[in-house]
């Protein structure tokens, strides 16, 4: 892999140490997770198993990757766009048409990955354009590429963002970094250099510190137009090892399944030995190999390598290995090594469809919507910041007057399963004879959407029921 690769970042010279570690943790599981790991397992099996035996295992094996797998089961909150809620209804027309044509939540899908799995990420965001015709812009920055400083009342929320990016310089890709800082409100800082020091801010449009920073809302503050994503709220800027049991065993689990395939394909049968005996009549290839085309009328030959001694004999082996038994422990090394990723054991199933499709490790829909719970307070906080910065932006590109203060979001839940839905049903029954539910409540859940989703919906039935008459009718 090039050293100028972004999955491996710039050099490191002169950054703490503490940073650089964090970076190596996150920028390994974004590539496991990106799907760019093949170094990251090749070095894992020659670690564990040595060069020479490596080489013997044949094609390392990466159709198998445990965290990608566990990760994208669990960050599933922008799976359905998100409801962006304001008082101002007209604002909310406004910002979903902004958002929609930015591609925002789409891009939120991948943003939730690297959340979830690296533990944080950010937000770019830019508006570019005439003021007439302008348009949003988002860029997920993943956080093995920036240095982050923070005040001690809000060790969570950076006031400086240092992002390391690719640029041309005189012909050639060098590593810059981008330095944003709002430490000092009277002095804000925006300002674009190389690593060793060359300021390049005064070549790029809109690169502006002090009076002409040009991020500022409407009573002139200065804002970051970066916003930070915490998986969990842990009160620090920074949470990079928690889950990293998932990552060293899915590295792991894939050593075992490149060996698995070594059995399948070298060890999976029996191997027969002749002892003090030569086949006459062999081919030799130019490998050593001997062997004698038989057929079902055929008789071999057979030669003592010692004349009046001993009489050759024919031995077996048995198999190096059984394919189904190391498969089925594979399985449940790699489905305990799910547990320990924010999941209980409960939520965690093994299904069985057919014989060709195998096993398979999956989060049941509770577990899915057990995690939903869980990081939807620490996601909504920040999709309110970043509804805020994109309305602060904006307003100050276009002249517009979005609100600036007030966002927040509502996550559409996990759809029911059939059974799911059965036993809800029951229960709204039950319920609905008590008085202490109602259609609304119903309908959200079974559609996994939410209640102001559920109330429009219903208000439409009831206008085309008027139209168009009743389904029994």
């Not at 990079?240 to 065993?249: A, C, N, S």
Request: proline share 6%; net charge negative.
């Amino acid at each position: 892999m090039p050293t100028s690769s972004p999955y491996v970042g710039p050099p490191t010279d002169g950054l703490a140490d503490e940073t650089v570690l964090r970076w190596r943790e996150q920028q390994r599981r974004r590539r496991m997770l990106e799907g760019l790991w093949d170094a990251d397992l090749k070095r894992h099996l020659e670690r564990e198993y040595g060069p020479t035996r490596v080489r013997s295992l044949g094609r390392r094996d990466t159709t198998k990757n445990l965290a990608r797998s566990t990760v994208s089961q669990l960050a599933t909150l922008y799976d359905h766009a998100p409801v962006v809620m304001h008082a101002d209804a007209d604002a909310v027309e406004r910002m979903t048409a902004i958002i929609t044509e930015a591609g925002l939540w789409q891009k939120a899908q991948h943003l939730a990955m690297l959340v979830v799995g690296a533990r944080e990420a950010l937000l770019r965001l830019h508006v570019h354009g005439p003021p007439d015709a302008a348009a949003l812009q988002v860029r997920v920055v993943p956080a093995d590429l920036v240095e982050c400083y923070a005040h001690g009342d809000t060790p969570d929320v950076p006031y400086r963002v240092d992002e390391y990016r690719p640029r041309e310089v005189d012909g050639r890709e060098v590593w810059t970094r981008d330095v944003l800082s709002i430490e000092r409100l009277e002095e804000p800082a925006y300002r674009v250099e190389t690593l060793d020091g060359l300021d390049m801010s005064a070549e790029l449009d809109g690169v502006a510190s002090g009076e002409a920073y040009p991020y500022r809302d409407a009573s002139g503050v200065p804002v970051l137009p970066y916003v930070l994503y915490h998986a969990l709220d842990t009160g620090r800027l920074w949470d990079p090892y928690r889950g990293v049991e998932l990552f060293d065993g899915s590295l792991k689990v894939a050593g075992f399944w490149t060996q698995w395939g070594s059995v399948v394909k070298d060890a999976g049968w029996p191997q027969r030995v002749l002892l003090n005996g030569r086949l006459q009549g062999a081919t030799v290839t130019a490998d050593g190999d001997a062997y004698v085309t038989t057929a079902p009328n055929s008789v071999l030959m057979v030669e003592s390598l010692t004349p009046g001694g001993a009489a050759p004999s024919i031995a077996q082996w048995q198999p190096g290995g059984d394919p189904e038994s190391l498969g089925n422990a594979i399985r449940d090394y790699g489905a305990d090594l799910a547990s320990e990723f924010d999941l209980d054991p409960a939520d965690i199933q093994r299904s069985h469809t057919s014989a060709r499709s195998g096993y398979a490790i999956s989060v049941t829909r509770d577990g899915r919507r057990k995690a939903q719970a869980r990081f939807a307070p620490s996601f909504a906080r920040s999709d309110a910041m970043t509804l805020r910065a994109i309305a602060v932006l904006w307003n100050r590109h276009t002249g517009d007057t979005l609100p600036e203060t007030g966002w927040s979001v509502e996550y559409a839940g996990i759809p029911l399963s059939m059974e799911e839905r059965r036993l809800l049903a029951d229960e709204h029954k039950l319920r609905a004879a008590l008085g202490v539910t109602s259609k609304v409540a119903l309908l959200a859940k079974l559609d996994g959407i939410t209640e102001d989703q559920a109330r429009e919906r219903l208000r439409g039935y009831a206008r085309d029921a008027v139209e168009f008459g009743g389904v029994d009718e």
